[in-house]
Nanobody, 129 residues
Framework: QLQLAESGGGLVQPGGSLRLSCAVRGIIVGRHSIGWFRQAPGKESEGVSCINSAGGVPSYADSVTGRFTISRDSVKNMVYLQMNSLKPEDTAVYYC??????????????????????RGQGTQVTVSS
């Protein structure tokens, strides 16, 4: 069982930056993937980025590639999402999610919403002038 808790959301102007944090608690034994997805009002949820504990190449949605960077601190059991060059369309509630992935060293953002069972409560990101 894993518990996830997000922080770092807020209001930022277009072009600005934010760093989201996800604290992972529980018995973390075994290969797993952790990622972020977002939910905006009136829109379908979207997988944003993920990273596998085995160190495979992170995965990003096309809409954030080149602007967002996912990273992890295995000692602190933290996962971060650095968001730069933010746009109004990035406004959403951002959720951290995780799943055990014993048979793979990589991840894909398309799997996050449907396959990652462990989820946090979300943090609001608003990009507006």
């Amino acid at each position: 069982q894993l518990q996830l808790a997000e922080s770092g959301g807020g209001l930022v102007q277009p072009g600005g930056s934010l760093r989201l944090s996800c604290a992972v608690r529980g018995i973390i034994v075994g290969r797993h993937s952790i990622g972020w997805f977002r939910q905006a009002p009136g829109k379908e949820s979207e997988g944003v980025s993920c990273i596998n504990s085995a160190g495979g190449v992170p995965s990003y949605a096309d809409s954030v590639t080149g602007r967002f960077t996912i990273s992890r601190d295995s000692v602190k059991n933290m996962v971060y999402l650095q968001m730069n060059s933010l746009k109004p369309e990035d406004t959403a509630v951002y959720y951290c999610a995780a799943e055990w992935t014993p048979y793979t060293t990589s991840c894909s953002v398309v799997d996050i919403q449907g396959q990652y069972r462990y989820r946090g409560q979300g943090t609001q990101v608003t990009v507006s002038s």
